[in-house]
């Protein structure tokens, strides 16, 4: 039987805020959307308060002006740091894991069998804690999807400090926790298909698992059917060892105004498609096309304006000149005056491996080494080497109001201690 574990952060954003503002321990806290908009990450006690994630924050801005509800905006600079520690700690853990995302990773404990796997689980808390600040549930199970409610049991249940290992329980004991908890809790379940179990009479985790797999994957689909067969022990989500690459890579923001000039349009679009770029020559592939929109608010009473288009490339590429001036070219084509604009947006599409793209005679030779270099610059001075049509003010940038510091990413913003 395998022993997968499944280590997550609690709270992950309020938890990463809290390491460098100890002032937020135990206190209601949260953390906003892009643009200050509504509640992406609750402190436990700001979910005692009732705050329901999403909430926008204009609902709870009362709340906050009292002083009894802490508000930050969010600080993915920070976080995304955060996350490559934790990340880089566990994998000492284990030498298989599976990073499933920014604040969870699966790591396989199979060989650690000889081991009291609760114990170690507790260590791993333990050093996790120590070493980054950051407080972590983990779950255990044979599959993904039971260590996925093991780590459910562990945060819901004080009892279990933290810790869970669901293959550490007998049959009766494991099958009472499953007839406790809703059939929404599912890993891969939620909100949305748990009405259409409950009107066939599935209600509960335990009720999903005695479900007649075939006849699940009639009603709903093959994921579903292979949900229920992992919460028999069958395992159908292997670990993988290697992250697949992005087929396309999306890069899209609301401004923080509205936005009427071109030129703040161009510099949105020139922004976007640099870090699009540069997420993309990280996983080693190029583009064969980009898309590009823009559209003003459906919430505004004035006219409506919104568009799109793709401009397929002359030979597919990695290079951030070559991609912006194809993106420029659309936003030229779909711009029109007078309008409001809200949001602006691009795709890469497309993507294959740079490795296997095919060559041409006319590509310029110094499209690899100067897109190298200027990584290279960008990864030791934080983003310091732009594209001129970028700009330098952007005022159009998203809002940010309640902001903490870049603490492990800039020395301009290290914690000074007095």
């Not at 949305?192 to 009603?219: C, F, T, W």
């Not at 009427?260 to 064969?288: C, F, G, N, P, W």
């Not at 310029?364 to 080497?385: A, P, Q």
Request: net charge positive; hydrophobic share 35%.
């Amino acid at each position: 039987m395998k022993s997968i574990a499944l280590i997550d952060v609690n709270n992950f954003y309020v938890s990463c805020e809290r390491v460098f503002n100890p002032k937020l321990e135990n206190k209601p806290v949260v953390v906003l959307s892009n643009n200050d908009g509504c509640a992406i990450s609750r402190s436990n006690e700001a979910k005692a308060l009732g705050i329901k994630m999403g909430v926008p924050y204009f609902q709870i801005k009362d709340i906050v002006n009292t002083g009894n509800l802490t508000a930050l905006s969010s600080n993915y600079t920070l976080y995304l740091d955060m996350s490559h520690r934790v990340m880089a700690l566990l994998s000492k853990f284990s030498p298989e894991q599976e990073i499933y995302s920014i604040d969870e990773s699966f790591l396989d404990l199979t060989t650690f069998k000889s081991k009291d796997l609760i114990q170690y689980s507790q260590q791993i808390k333990t050093k996790i804690k120590q070493w980054a600040g950051l407080p972590v549930s983990i779950g255990i199970g044979s599959t993904k999807t039971l260590s996925k409610l093991a780590n459910h049991i562990a945060k819901k249940n004080p009892s279990f400090k933290d810790v869970c290992n669901l293959n550490a329980m007998d049959q009766d004991t494991l099958e009472t926790w499953m007839s406790h908890i809703s059939v929404s809790d599912v890993w891969g379940v939620g909100r949305s298909l748990a009405p259409k179990l409950n009107q066939l009479g599935i209600m509960s985790v335990l009720d999903l698992k005695h479900a007649d797999p075939e006849y699940i994957r009639q009603q709903f689909s093959i994921v579903l059917e292979k949900t229920v067969r992992e919460l028999n022990g069958v395992i159908c989500m292997e670990l993988k060892d290697i992250e697949e690459p992005n087929k396309e890579i999306m890069v899209s923001r609301s401004f923080g105004r509205r936005v009427r000039d071109k030129q703040e349009l161009i510099e949105a679009v020139t922004s976007y498609t640099s870090r699009a770029a540069e997420r993309m020559r990280k996983q080693e592939s190029v583009a064969t096309s980009i898309y590009v929109y823009i559209r003003t608010s459906p919430h505004d009473d004035k006219k409506q304006y919104a568009n799109g288009i793709n401009i397929p490339l002359f030979q597919p590429s990695d290079d951030t000149m070559v991609l912006t001036n194809a993106a420029l070219l659309g936003l030229d084509y779909i711009y029109r005056h007078s309008f409001n604009y809200q949001k602006a947006g691009i795709t890469l599409c497309d993507l294959t491996s740079k490795h296997k793209m095919q060559g041409n005679l006319f590509n310029k030779t110094t499209s690899n080494s100067r897109m190298k270099t200027m990584d290279t610059i960008n990864r030791r001075w934080k983003g310091k080497l732009k594209l001129g049509s970028e700009g330098v003010t952007k005022e159009w940038e998203m809002r940010a109001n309640f902001k903490s510091r870049n603490y492990t990413t800039s020395w301009d913003q290290l914690i000074v201690a007095t």
